[in-house]
C-alpha cells in the first residue's frame, strides 16, 4: 500500500468514527424578491450518531421555517437567542435533509442552515444558486465569490457551507465594502484637518513669542 492510498484510508477510517458524520452534498437555492428571500437547503449527510444545522439570528430580519424534514420525517426546531437550531434524532445512516425557509427585513446577511457534520472532501460538493438578486443591489464583494451564469442566476462552489450569504445590500443602508471605504475617508480626512490645526497653533505661537 503506498502513502497515498494509507492517507486515503485513515481519512475513511476517521469519518467512520466521527459520530458528527460527514457532509456529504449541499445545494442551497435562494430566490431574492425585494426585502424578501426563499431558501431550498438540500443535504446529504452520512454516519452521523446526532445531528443538528444551526443558522444565526440576525438583526432585523425575521427566519421563518416553512418546511424541515429528513426522508419524510419532520425535524424538530428549537428556538435560541442567538441562533435556531434544527434537531435530527437518531438520523438514519445516509440523511437526506431538507429545509425550506423564509427571510423577511433585511437580506444584507442571509443565514443559512450549517450541520455540524464537517464537510467531506473532494471540493464541489457544495454549491449555491441565487436567483432574482438584481446587479444595482449586488455589493462589489460577496460572499462567497459567485460568478454569473448564462441565464442570469448567480453560482458559487465554496469548499465549505458559509453561516451567511453576502451578496445584496439593503436598501436603508450602505453595503459593507462601502461602509469601510467611506470609515477610511473619514479618517483620512479628520487625521488632515487635525494637522492642520495643530498647525496653525503652532504658527500662531511662534508669532506671538515672537
Given at each position: 500500500m503506498n502513502l497515498l492510498a494509507g492517507g486515503a484510508l485513515l481519512a475513511a477510517l476517521a469519518a467512520q468514527q466521527d459520530p458528527r458524520g460527514v457532509l456529504r452534498e449541499a445545494m442551497i437555492r435562494v430566490a431574492v424578491e425585494d426585502t424578501l428571500a426563499i431558501v431550498d437547503a438540500r443535504y446529504t449527510v452520512t454516519g452521523a450518531a446526532s445531528l443538528d444545522l444551526l443558522a444565526l439570528r440576525l438583526e432585523g430580519q425575521?427566519?421563518?421555517?416553512?418546511?424541515?424534514?429528513?426522508?419524510?420525517?419532520p425535524i424538530v426546531l428549537e428556538e435560541r437567542r442567538t441562533s435556531q437550531v434544527l434537531r435530527v434524532y437518531r438520523p438514519p445512516d445516509s440523511a437526506a435533509i431538507r429545509v425550506l425557509y423564509r427571510?423577511?427585513?433585511?437580506?444584507?446577511r442571509i443565514p443559512v442552515f450549517?450541520?455540524?457534520?464537517?464537510?467531506?472532501?473532494?471540493?464541489?460538493?457544495?454549491?449555491?444558486?441565487?436567483?432574482?438578486?438584481?446587479a444595482e443591489r449586488r455589493t462589489s464583494s460577496t460572499l462567497p465569490r459567485f460568478s454569473q451564469q448564462t441565464d442570469g442566476a448567480l453560482a458559487a462552489r465554496p469548499e465549505h457551507l458559509p453561516t451567511v450569504l453576502a451578496l445584496v445590500r439593503d436598501r436603508s443602508e450602505l453595503p459593507v465594502?462601502?461602509?469601510?471605504?467611506?470609515?477610511?475617508?473619514?479618517?483620512?480626512?479628520?487625521?488632515?484637518?487635525?494637522?492642520?490645526?495643530?498647525?496653525?497653533?503652532?504658527?500662531?505661537?511662534?508669532?506671538?513669542?515672537?
Open positions: 425575521r427566519v421563518e421555517v416553512l418546511e424541515a424534514i429528513v426522508g419524510v420525517r427571510v423577511t427585513g433585511r437580506l444584507a450549517v450541520p455540524t457534520a464537517p464537510t467531506s472532501p473532494p471540493t464541489g460538493a457544495i454549491r449555491i444558486v441565487v436567483t432574482g438578486a438584481p465594502p462601502a461602509v469601510s471605504e467611506w470609515i477610511i475617508i473619514g479618517i483620512t480626512v479628520g487625521g488632515t484637518a487635525l494637522w492642520i490645526l495643530r498647525l496653525r497653533r503652532a504658527r500662531r505661537t511662534a508669532v506671538e513669542t515672537g
